[in-house]
């Protein structure tokens, strides 16, 4: 089976500032894939970055990147110069390597204060 | 289209009734899956298709739930006698192959009053 906890239901950040997001996980595969997807009011969950379990290197988009801890089974997002329209839901989710099913957390809410 | 595309948006319906919400995927995707989100969850899976075949539907619920992809395209979730239970935001998403990508729709509100 596989978990994934989001322990921040809510998180604030002052426009420009640097936020992380805290995703710890559960799974049995050794081979697997883990994603942020920021979900704003109109519902579509979009793909902010991904991980795959095998690359030591954290992954970077632009202003996004994760810290990656494979042995505590952490991956945290780190959001840097925030705007405001970073503001929305936080996804973290796993799927395994041999498996097509996305495992969801809770999410975590980002407000951006201007 | 560009993207995926779910109708309706918003569904209100009354408990007991049937509905029937449509997910149109990208165009050449071959995977196709259906998530639901409760309020204040994650979405959790409800059922994937490859091709026209439903490949996995070890999510759906209950027996009331019904998925159908008959050309490998548009699919449809169908549910019967709907709960208050089943409200819900339904989430559609395509991608090229199980290892690829996936793109989701902006999803259908459904409402059981």
């Known amino acids: 089976a596989q978990t994934v906890t989001q322990s921040q239901p809510e998180m604030s950040v002052q426009e420009a500032e640097t936020v992380t997001l805290s995703c710890t996980y559960d799974t049995s595969e050794s081979d697997y894939y883990l994603f942020w997807y920021k979900q704003p009011p109109s519902r579509q969950m979009i793909l902010v970055i991904r991980?795959?379990?095998?690359?030591?290197q954290n992954a970077t988009e632009n202003r996004f990147s994760v810290n990656f801890q494979k042995a505590a089974k952490s991956f945290s997002l780190k959001i840097s110069d925030s705007q405001l329209g970073d503001a929305a839901m936080y996804f973290c989710a796993l799927k395994g390597g041999s498996n097509y099913k996305l495992t969801f957390g809770k999410g975590t809410l980002l407000t951006v204060n201007p | 289209g560009a993207g995926v595309s779910q109708t309706p948006s918003n569904k209100v319906t009354e408990k007991g009734k049937y509905v029937e919400l449509r997910c149109d995927p990208i165009s050449g995707h071959t995977a196709l899956y259906w998530y639901r989100q409760s309020l204040g969850q994650g979405p959790e899976f409800l059922i994937y298709?490859?091709?026209?075949?439903?490949?996995?539907d070890s999510g759906l619920p209950n027996d009331r739930f019904f998925a159908v992809r008959p050309e490998g395209s548009v699919s449809t979730l169908k549910i019967q006698r709907t709960e208050r239970g089943d409200s819900a935001v339904y989430l559609c998403?395509?991608?090229?192959?199980?290892?690829?990508?996936?793109?989701f729709g902006e999803g259908s509100r459904l409402t059981v009053l």
């Open positions: 998403a395509s991608s090229r192959g199980q290892s690829g990508e996936l793109f």
């Open positions: 298709f490859q091709g026209t075949g439903a490949a996995d």
């Open positions: 991980q795959e379990a095998y690359k030591q």
